[in-house]
């Protein structure tokens, strides 16, 4: 039953009303000039005129500064919570030791997945999201452990409406029929942070209503704490190699979703993110303008777009789209936010895009979104510029510029030690034998010299791993060779001079080298074409082969 309107409650939706119309008044669209909306959306945002971005410079700060105390190393454990998850996560490890690990090889990874992602279901929402985050891994992690953890994607349980009634009740301080004309009942998409209603306010604009879950921020600290004890003890004990590094990864994790807590730096990043993509001259990207009043910790009103899922190619094909090319837009846009801004979207897959009916990209969830100083940001794209021309030093200079190696790493010593002054081998003609000591060779040696991935460099790959997947949906046929030349080129026309005065080369007069890039496929500089199909089939074999070499017995 709808709640009796107060004098105030009806001042203040009429004084949002005018808002909102004086906004839709504006001509032509005056956002549109700084940021990548859609192009006929509810309201205008004003940067200066929203409210729930002030301090906001203060809270991230406060934010990160407090993860050197979630992280400490305790001498004593959180016990309720480690003990919970002790139980849960022990109890699989030991499932699995007695069961699946004997069996070895896919078996075997396929056994410690399936009881890892049981074992995180029941411990809640951090877990669920660390699941998650994984699960967008495909290439970076086992296919095995990608394809379990997918299912905490879309299967975790939404909230009942009386709990989501009562987070935007108490957040926006008013009756929630004061401020939706209508609100379905039943969720969009149940994430573990929170989950997605679709809405219509009061003042007619369709919406989706992001909703955080209840006192998932306390639960959540609770947990790093945990895991920030426990990772130390797994190191070396799962034997998931991009899981080598179990405090590095719950590092990172902590990084990321420490923000994801509260929806104002949601709300902002879609502006930063926004405001780059316009700058940049990339419309190919849509970005959903958040409301200019309903935004609070816990609660995001977002205009509502509609469109294609990445996945059906065949209707955006009758709607005549071309998706090779806007494939390679949006790969361009991402290298640019990286390179040229320093911000780009740091968690894209499946579920936080679709492709609306002219061809551009509507863009979700900001949540994740990486940052690099001025510092970071230039060694990144010395990173990416030296790759164009093959220049290995300089690449790895610049990787430990990013913090992905020791400051004091020999540089010399790591391109001796990795063979990377070798001619190439080709992963495809190795032997099972010979591919395993490869790989663990290659391991050892890259933790020898610290290397890891810190947050923007592991947010980049994930999202490259990403795009791999996508072009086999959107454009599996074309040569990849010939696509990375049109995206340098657009780089060397585009910002030419800029990365020239940043990075020391001038694409313009460096003629862009693909043998370093062939070379990380483990193809020779003859090879001339490559599609994705060619790429699935290498890869097929090679992680056949790893998996003859987990299965033979160990003498």
């Known amino acids: 039953m709808p709640r009796p309107e107060t004098s105030s409650s009806r001042t203040r939706r009429d004084s949002e009303r005018a808002a909102v119309a004086l906004s839709m008044r504006d001509s032509p669209r005056r956002d549109l000039d700084h940021f990548a909306f859609s192009d006929a959306g509810p309201w205008t945002i004003d940067p200066d005129e929203l409210t729930w971005r002030r301090g906001l410079r203060e809270l991230r700060a406060r934010t990160q500064a407090e993860l050197p105390e979630l992280l400490r190393r305790r001498a004593v454990p959180p016990l309720g919570r480690f003990v919970e998850t002790v139980y849960h996560m022990g109890g699989a490890l030991l499932g699995w030791r007695i069961g699946e690990r004997r069996q070895g090889g896919a078996v075997s990874r396929a056994g410690l997945s399936r009881r890892l992602r049981q074992a995180a279901e029941p411990l809640g929402p951090a877990y669920i999201k660390l699941g998650q985050i994984l699960s967008s891994g495909k290439g970076l992690f086992p296919d095995e452990l990608v394809a379990e953890f997918k299912q905490l994607r879309d299967q975790v349980k939404p909230e009942p409406f009386a709990t989501v009634r009562q987070v935007i009740e108490e957040d926006l ?81 902590a990084e990321t979703i420490v923000e994801e807590l509260d929806f104002r730096l949601e709300a902002e990043n879609m502006l930063d993110i926004a405001r780059v993509l316009a700058d940049a001259g990339q419309r190919i990207i849509v970005v959903p303008r958040p409301h200019p009043q309903l935004v609070t910790q816990r609660v995001l009103v977002m205009e509502r777009l509609a469109g294609f899922t990445y996945q059906d190619v065949e209707s955006m094909k009758a709607a ?144 490259m791993l990403f795009i791999d997947d996508a072009v086999a949906h959107l454009a599996p046929e074309i040569n990849i060779f010939e696509q990375v030349l049109h995206i340098y080129a657009y780089f060397a026309q585009t910002h030419g001079d800029r990365i020239a005065a940043e990075s020391g080369i001038d694409p313009s007069q460096n003629a862009l080298d693909l043998t370093g890039f062939k070379a990380s496929l483990g193809l020779s500089g003859k090879v001339e074409s490559l599609t994705h199909h060619d790429l699935q089939k290498r890869r097929a074999i090679i992680r056949t082969r790893i998996e003859a070499a987990g299965e033979r017995p160990r003498s």
Request: charged share 20%; proline share 5%.
């Open 320 to 463: 005549g789209i071309d998706t090779s090319a806007m494939l390679r837009a949006l790969i361009i846009a991402f290298f640019e936010g990286a390179m040229i801004y320093g911000v780009f979207h740091g968690d894209l897959h499946g579920g936080n895009l679709f492709v609306m009916p002219e061809g551009r990209i509507a863009l979700f969830d900001y949540g994740i979104t990486a940052r690099m100083d001025e510092t970071r940001r230039l060694a990144f794209l010395r990173l990416v510029m030296l790759g164009a021309m093959n220049d290995i030093r300089g690449q790895l200079a610049a990787y430990r510029e990013l913090g992905a190696l020791r400051p004091d790493a020999d540089l010399d010593a790591v391109i001796r030690d990795l063979k990377l002054d070798k001619p190439v081998v080709d992963p495809t003609q190795l032997s099972s034998e010979q591919l395993a000591r490869e790989i663990q060779y290659v391991t050892k040696a890259l933790l020898g010299y610290g290397a890891k991935l810190p947050k923007p460099l592991m947010l980049f790959v994930k999202n």
């Open 173 to 253: 301080q008013r009756p929630l029929e004061q401020v939706f004309a209508s609100f379905d009942r039943d969720c969009l998409a149940a994430a573990s942070i929170a989950q997605v209603h679709a809405a219509t306010l009061q003042t007619g604009e369709s919406v989706v209503v992001k909703v955080q879950r209840p006192r998932v921020a306390k639960s959540v600290r609770q947990d790093i704490r945990a895991m920030a004890w426990i990772a130390p003890h797994l190191v070396g004990r799962i034997p998931i190699a991009a899981l080598a590094n179990p405090p590095a990864l719950v590092e990172l994790f």
